[in-house]
Nanobody, 123 residues
Framework: VQLQACGGGSVQTGGSLRISCTSS????????MGWFRQAAGKEREFVAA????????LYADSVKGRFTMSRDRAKDLMYLQMNSLEPEDTAVYYC?????????????????WGQGTQVTVSS
């Protein structure tokens, strides 16, 4: 399975970005998916997750109310809409495929990872 994340870029505080991720195989449509991020010098952290059918989503407290995760199973795509961005959101964002169908917050639950896309928020 190959995951490809794209759509990152640079925005000012308060701006919005939508990043997306596609999977190379249809099997991802039966798995939960997630977004993680890693800022320079910090550990990779959970951002958002979605279940296989989109029925359940989870968010880190730091992004709740600002970020929205969604997926289009027919197109093997998932999205992270990021609004009201803050400098603290600056990081490389990674998409990942869960080993199972649910939404999960723990890194070890994820079997496959994309290469990451950079998001930079300037003040």
């Amino acid at each position: 399975v190959q995951l490809q994340a794209c759509g990152g870029g640079s925005v000012q505080t308060g701006g919005s970005l939508r990043i997306s991720c596609t999977s190379s195989r249809r099997t991802a449509s039966n798995n939960g998916m997630g977004w993680f991020r890693q800022a320079a010098g910090k550990e990779r952290e959970f951002v958002a997750a979605i279940s296989w059918n989109g029925g359940n989503t989870l968010y880190a407290d730091s992004v709740k109310g600002r970020f929205t995760m969604s997926r289009d199973r027919a197109k093997d795509l998932m999205y992270l809409q990021m609004n009201s961005l803050e400098p603290e959101d600056t990081a490389v964002y990674y998409c990942a495929q869960n080993r199972g169908p649910g939404a999960a917050t723990i890194r070890s639950q994820y079997a496959y990872w994309g290469q990451g896309t950079q998001v930079t928020v300037s003040s």
